[in-house]
């Protein structure tokens, strides 16, 4: 993790740009770390830049409950390099979104599941990373969007110890039984009006999800609707289950 | 309303029982009042007895977040006259139900609908007399179980400023319509295994009611499984809406 630059923000918030294995991220800390601190990893959809102002707003509630947290740029975005089938894939799927037409699940298969198996162990390095540094440490957390690569982080990655997902991005069939055998504490977030969410799939995917603790939360609105409170829901939630 | 015993709980909590037209019910206040406190009605399936330890539960932790709390028995329970039909509806409900097969929407309307009709003036007798009580006042909420009485109470009484419901109960399919209606802020509460419970009504009502502030919060777990993180998620909502 090598850091680039950083940032003093007025509620006692240090924000670090690092790169790791040339990826680009961001990690939040409290200005001087006391305890053990357990660190969430914040999920999105891609996109550092156009990302960052409502990730930086989420991270600095989530350092000031008590937690460090850190993301990493997705493959494909923002100049990372992705393939040409992932890319064409994509291409497909903006072309259906503008036109109003549904993503068809072999384009969503296409799309996600090449990105997914790239990302994983990308965030996993991530995690690796972050808990070597000073002051942070104990089970970890994932939180946010992406809801593929935090299903398969919540699965294969132990140290990732309860979960709150974003149901706001397209899903492969195939994750709903991958689902079944997830067994952390999940809570769901779920716009109930989201304009590129299948409701019913988001509906079934909480359905399967094996964990034998789980909640889902849907609120009325679209995608970046998401009422303040659920914030701190979230952070209650992480405090629950990492402290 | 006219009180008939009192107990002291030793969280300072001051529990009353009255009769008000001879219906039986409790209040739960602070022991001692000094700001204006909201009143929280704490609606449940029908029989006090057997309720009361999850009511007083619940009541001592509304009380607990600077609220007053107050509920009364539902007609046709413990003694309490209710027509021949339902009680005729009632018996057809339970032979189903041991039986392990559905409950007829045709049951269902002849079980609840008269059902709440005698009870909505009877929750509304019982806001008049709580609101005259010093100390209590402000705008009041819907908390709880009978989901057809909050729906109701959301919708005809405009003290109720917001509520929190239970989806648990037998919903007429008619009130689908009502719920179009109702417009102040929701919080509803699901169990997502309820034996008793119909999944895909309770979302299916979640999605009509009008209301543009509303939440689902879904929980794995029977019907008497809501985990105790949600108690708080209730109080907070009414401390957002009532004070």
């Avoid at 460090?68 to 992705?82: D, F, M, N, Q, V």
Wanted: with cysteine; aromatic share 6%.
């Amino acid at each position: 993790m090598h850091f680039t630059s950083e940032k003093r923000f007025d509620d006692g918030v240090l924000e670090r740009a690092f790169t790791l294995d040339e990826i680009p991220g961001f990690l939040w800390t409290p200005e001087s770390v006391t305890a053990t601190t357990p660190l969430i990893l914040m999920g999105h959809p891609g996109g550092l830049s156009r990302m960052y102002p409502r990730l930086a707003a989420r991270a600095r509630h989530t350092v000031s409950a008590g937690f460090a947290a850190a993301t990493i740029e997705l493959p494909g975005c923002e100049g990372r390099p992705c393939s040409a089938d992932s890319l064409r894939a994509r291409g497909e799927m903006q072309r259906a979104l503008a036109a109003g037409e549904p993503v068809t699940p072999e384009v969503i298969d296409r799309l996600i599941l090449p990105l997914a198996e790239q990302a994983v162990p990308e965030w996993q390095a991530l995690l690796d990373a972050g808990l070597e540094l000073p002051g942070i440490g104990g089970p970890a957390g994932y939180a946010g969007g992406f809801i593929s690569i935090g299903l398969r982080m919540a699965l294969l990655e132990p140290r990732i110890a309860a979960a709150t997902l974003f149901a706001g991005s397209f899903v492969p069939r195939s994750m709903l039984e991958e689902a079944r055998q997830v067994e952390i504490p999940l809570l769901v977030l779920l716009q109930w009006d989201d304009e590129g969410n299948d409701r019913q799939l988001a509906l079934d995917l909480f359905d399967a999800f094996g964990s034998k603790e789980k909640a889902l939360h849907a609120n009325l609105g679209g995608h970046t609707g998401v009422p303040e409170s659920e914030g701190d829901d979230v952070t209650r939630f992480f405090t629950r289950h990492l402290k």
